[in-house]
């Protein structure tokens, strides 16, 4: 007999096992984060590409809409080498082309890494945030006691069985099973075996890590439904992690054309690319990803060179410029909701499946 | 609340919503269907490489050891062109090259295609299969109607909502529903979207298929245990279909090299692959796979070019250059166990799960 009142519920304080992806990028506004925690799930602010003072201004202004939990997502990550000029030049001719073919005549690249990790981090430390969640890799040791020493609980994201035992060595205490069904960046740590990421499917991993761990496990990857939560627990999860719906719903902070490609788009539209942020991601097939015919450059200098022609697809209503990442289960997908009406539905629908 | 007495149970007249994919190459011999199939699930004989007379034999040989329902596997796909003198002498060398590797100095390579399918499913309508599967694509219109006039049941396998609504129409009773997590071939009809065949996960796109046809449709691809065939249930599916866990039977006609590959390997080893066959198909890493360094020969030419490679390495108990299928949920499978066995255990799992 599955019960819906999981031992994440118990750790993390909410009601309803049921995470809402923090998903970097502006998408996490405080009003979604908001309405995902008053609604019994866990909201996640995507701050890993914001400045610590925004992430500061962000946790002010969702817990003035929200006593309840929330958690905030950032990428634990080694820059790379600064890519060469030589090798820039070819990225940015690249740009300057694919400029043209979205009818714009200059764009403004840069190829920086503002690297704010170390300050991002001490933002959640001061402001005593319930949450801390990680992707790409594990926070340092010392950054895991002072977390622990604040009272935070940490989850992390994993992509293989190996990654989440040293997770768990880590001191991580919950372990977010992403399969390759996810949309997004692959959370894989190491990209020497798998160069576009593990791509083990959720189905598969979730069983498979709940062997191996001992801490809770949540599901991320196709979860989307009532049905998706049951499976979930009955792999042995103890909840599952939301991106693609909580993506579509109106209080996502994603541009309309975004929105209107996550509605359209069907199972197997989505693809693995790096031309975006030099990190495999799984999102919607587009002109870009067609179009950009070389290798990127090393993340997170792909992400601030391809900034330029993000923001000019923007400008244009242009979702064939855009990142549109998504997962796998999106054929659901159809409209817009509120937050907590989603919630309502996913929790009325496993419900009517377990009882 | 979930029932595992099923519709599949219903219409294929068995006990357990599990069957036994129907994998070609001689891993399924009569014992391993019997036994699938007299403890209450569906054995599947994978016929899509044997001779007519073959097959015949080996539903002769079935039928001696059991009275219940089975199956028989066919792949629906039209051979390619076939391949130039060139590109046979490159693909030649190449095989060559990797027989010296293998420490093997001649080599019988063939580069035929014999195409047996009207015989072999002559045969199968001659003894009045129970049931008819297949993989690759679907079974023309007229055969369609020879199969409905001798009360046999067709399956489908597809991997897209597309393919499924398309097998829906064809007449088919039942829809394999194959996500990215499984071993062997993919079943992609077309592979001019998706070169390695449509990747969408088991947990993504079981609901989905669900969601787009009426008649029942099983999962496959990673499920393997108690909680995956709970889980397929609660995503909307009448049942499993399990392939790899079948494999490291006792009564599974692989290679103990294989058998043992499949023991030691991990979620994360597994590939998509078309250097065996000229097909896309998922299985476990190894020299062969790494050395053969270019475009293989379009399926089924590839198929039969490799086989005196395949058979060295049998000789020699190489695991190294045998085609080493296997799905992504590999950690539990760990020991030889009787089909029966199997079976059991799947079920007191589900039973604890949902009861």
Chains 1, 2 share one sequence.
Not at 44 to 50: F, H, I, N, V
Not at 244 to 265: M, P, V
Not at 344 to 351: F, K, L, P, T, V
Request: with cysteine.
């Amino acid at each position: 007999m599955i019960s819906l009142k999981t031992k994440l519920c118990t750790l993390l304080n909410i009601e309803h096992p049921i995470i809402q992806a923090g998903m970097a990028g502006g998408a996490t506004t405080p009003e979604l984060i908001a309405n995902v925690s008053n609604a019994g799930g866990l909201g996640t602010l995507g701050a890993a590409y914001m400045k610590p003072e925004d992430i500061k201004k962000a946790i002010h202004d969702i817990r003035k809409l929200t006593a309840k939990p929330f958690s905030v997502n950032l990428f634990c990550v080694e820059n790379s080498d600064k890519p060469g000029d030589e090798e820039k030049n070819i990225v940015k001719n690249e740009l300057l082309r694919i400029g043209r073919d979205l009818g714009v005549s200059e764009l403004d690249i840069k190829f920086n890494a503002a690297d704010y990790f170390d300050e991002q981090f001490q933002v959640l430390i001061d402001e005593k945030v319930p949450i801390i969640s990680t992707a790409f890799g594990l926070l340092p040791e010392e950054k895991v006691k002072q977390a622990k020493e604040n009272g935070i609980i940490i989850t992390s994201m994993i992509t293989t069985v190996e990654e989440a035992i040293l997770a768990e060595e880590n001191g991580v205490d919950i372990i977010i099973v992403q399969g390759s069904d996810a949309g997004g960046h692959r959370g894989t740590f190491d990209l020497s075996k798998h160069k576009n990421g593990a791509d083990v499917g959720t189905f598969s991993l979730v069983p498979q890590v709940a062997d191996n761990v001992k801490i809770p496990v949540v599901a991320a990857g196709g979860a989307n439904d009532g049905r998706s939560l049951a499976a979930a627990l009955a792999l042995g999860a103890s909840g599952v992690q939301i991106g693609t719906r909580f993506l579509s719903s109106e209080e996502a902070g994603i541009h309309k054309a975004y929105k209107q490609k996550l509605f359209d788009s069907k199972e197997d539209d989505t693809v693995i690319t790096k031309v975006f942020s030099g990190r495999p991601a799984r999102g919607i097939l587009n002109t870009f990803i067609e179009e950009f015919s070389m290798d990127p450059l090393p993340y997170p200098y792909q992400n601030t060179a391809t900034k330029s022609i993000r923001g000019a697809a923007a400008k244009n209503d242009d979702g064939e410029y855009m990142s549109l990442w998504a997962g796998q289960n999106l054929r659901p997908v159809v409209k817009e909701q509120g937050a907590a009406e989603i919630i309502e539905e996913i929790m009325d629908g496993a419900r009517k499946i377990l009882e």
